[in-house]
């Protein structure tokens, strides 16, 4: 089973940085591709990234393209997301999860919570100030 741990949220000021970790357990063939959500509250939650574990094939929400960046490093087996010039509106807690819809079918699925099986616990990341 994957095992799935997130870090690295807190509090910054507009116009901020902060760097997300997934650290994901077990082999990368036990998954296809890893994803970030996030959810604010009152609010659906909502993709904000994915990397496919293959071809490394990034899919980015429209609200964070050009601002966020999602890595690997595949050495350790962890997710990053690089997020810089925060706003109010990216505060939320932040989910790591793993899918294993087909790499074919990503473009469509990669930001629909029900495709992904395992999630972390989330991490707090709140801009303000």
């Known amino acids: 089973q994957v095992q799935i741990v997130e870090s690295g949220g807190g509090l910054v000021q507009p116009g901020g940085s902060l760097r997300l970790s997934c650290a994901v357990s077990?082999?990368?063939?036990?998954?296809?591709?890893i994803g970030w959500f996030r959810q604010a509250p009152g609010k659906e939650r909502e993709g904000v990234a994915c990397i496919s574990n293959s071809d490394h094939s990034t899919y980015y929400a429209d609200s964070v393209r050009g601002r966020f960046t999602i890595s690997r490093d595949r050495d350790t087996n962890t997710v990053y997301l690089q997020m810089s010039g925060l706003k109010d509106e990216d505060s939320g807690v932040y989910y790591c999860a793993a899918t294993r819809v087909l790499l074919l079918r990503l473009d469509e699925f990669w930001a629909s919570p029900d495709e992904y099986d395992n999630w972390g616990q989330g991490t707090q990341v709140t801009v303000s100030s």
């Open positions: 077990e082999h990368p063939l036990d998954y296809y591709a």
